[in-house]
């Protein structure tokens, strides 16, 4: 699958312009606003600025809620959101009056979703652990990155642990465990192309962990690699392919037809 990474970074709420986004019940419908629900008030902070000389439109702050409905019938499931808002000015052209002007136009931006919306499919063929902890990530993507990367982080100690990556050793007499990145080096042995996949990951879950600040670029690379990774070990469509594929060469014709003496 392939990240739409400007998707998830550019997603705002506009007034008649509401981004599709994937229902996380059904995986088939897209959520889309309750307009009634929608309840949005300035904050304390930014009304105060208001008795500043100074103040203008784009010095103030919005928080919101609003429910959302999924569109397939079979499922119509409701999602809440919580977020905050900020005023964007843009140049608008009045063709009757031939002139253009500014408008101000609040922008909302989304911060929990509950139930939280999918950045990486959740296969059913995943450990349910990982399938956990991969869907608690989504709950952090919008509101701390840190956290978001921290959580992707965990996915693959747990990727360890269902793999077989042993977590503990004998060091002078006492059980010390093995850290995350010898678990890996461990696997690579195994399986080296998805051992770097994790390992990258890792690196970016530290980063997260640590003083440096992390962009949603950075996250998104970290959801990308998960999510390779994940099918590489569990989607059997791959396998299924070079199956096929086997067979047919073998075979030297159609599976549907009679087996040939020769193939040309």
């Known amino acids: 699958m392939t990240i739409d990474k400007k998707y998830w970074k550019d997603l705002v709420f506009v007034k008649g312009n509401f981004p ?24 304390f902070e930014s009304n105060q600025l208001r008795e500043n000389d100074d103040w203008d439109p784009m010095m103030v702050d919005y928080r919101f809620v609003l429910l959302l409905k999924c569109t397939n019938t079979d499922c119509l499931d409701i999602n809440s959101c919580i977020g905050i808002g900020y005023n964007d000015q843009v140049t608008e052209f009045d063709k009757y009056y031939q002139e253009c002007s500014n408008v101000i136009i609040p922008n909302y931006y989304p911060l929990y979703f509950i139930p939280s919306i999918k950045i990486i499919p959740v296969n059913d063929l995943y450990p349910e652990k990982i399938k956990i902890e991969l869907t608690n990530s989504f709950s952090h993507f919008f509101s701390d990155l840190s956290s978001c990367a921290n959580k992707i982080r965990v996915c ?17 007499t006492k059980r010390r465990s093995i850290p ?7 696997y690579k042995k195994i399986n080296p192309e998805v051992a770097d996949y994790l390992l990258a ?7 997260g962990s640590h003083v440096d600040k992390l962009t949603k670029d950075d996250v998104l690379d970290a959801y990308i690699l998960l999510d390779h990774s994940l099918n590489k070990l569990y989607n059997n469509e791959e396998k299924k392919i070079k199956k096929l594929t086997k067979e047919i060469n073998k075979k030297r014709a159609a599976l549907s037809t ?4 020769s193939g040309t």
Request: net charge positive; glycine share 4%.
């Open 156 to 172: 693959t100690e747990i990727l360890m642990d269902e793999l077989k990556i042993k977590k503990t050793e004998i060091q002078k």
């Open 20 to 43: 599709d986004i994937k229902c996380p019940t059904c995986d088939k419908g897209h959520l889309r606003p309750i307009m009634e629900s929608f309840n949005c008030e300035e904050t």
């Open 180 to 186: 995350l990145h010898s678990r890996i080096l461990n």
């Open 258 to 261: 009679k087996r040939r003496k």
């Open 201 to 207: 990951i890792k690196w970016i879950g530290n980063s």
